[in-house]
């Protein structure tokens, strides 16, 4: 029979539990952080009256939102602090997108490197415009689909704005 020491026993249990309270207490702080970031798009969404027919969330950090019946666009970015924009699209003349890059190496393994890459809605007659973060590599040390995600984004902005066109 296997003998096994009460003393042994005991402290190998409170190690593994002292080493699984740290991964615990991290994920209790982001569920309740996500958690307070949707209530607050929520509230957000409810008090400017909106119905989002389509939207995308990465990184759990950056927020994209359309309603197509109001012809409005919502961006929120939380990586210091929460701002919640709301665009109307019935605004926009053109959306384009900007992307930041660099190479690094030399000869053959010379390869390029993306530093930032952005969503810019130009207003019709003014010079303003509108700047949405979708990537900062300074915030982040790798892509995760934002590229393409920023392509998606950009069609489907320009096609509302071919529909708005349309509908006038």
Known sequence: MLD?????LTIAVLAMIAFIIPFY??????????????KQLQEFKSLNQLNIDQEETWRSK???????????????????????????????GK?????????????SSKRRVCDLILLKLKLNQQDKEHTLELYDAEKFSDLQGEGP????????????????????
């Open 25 to 38: 207490l991290q994920y209790r702080k982001l569920n309740n952080q996500k958690m307070g970031i949707q």
């Open 149 to 168: 995600l920023a392509k998606k984004w950009e069609g489907i902005i320009q096609q509302e704005i071919k529909r708005k066109l349309v509908i006038v």
């Open 62 to 92: 950056y927020y994209l939102g359309l309603d197509r019946s109001n012809k409005k666009l919502i961006y929120a970015n939380w990586t210091a602090e929460i701002k919640i924009d709301l665009i109307d699209l019935t605004q926009i």
């Open 4 to 8: 096994i020491d009460l003393l042994t």
């Open 95 to 107: 959306v384009s997108i900007q992307e930041s890059a660099r190479f690094v190496g030399l000869g």
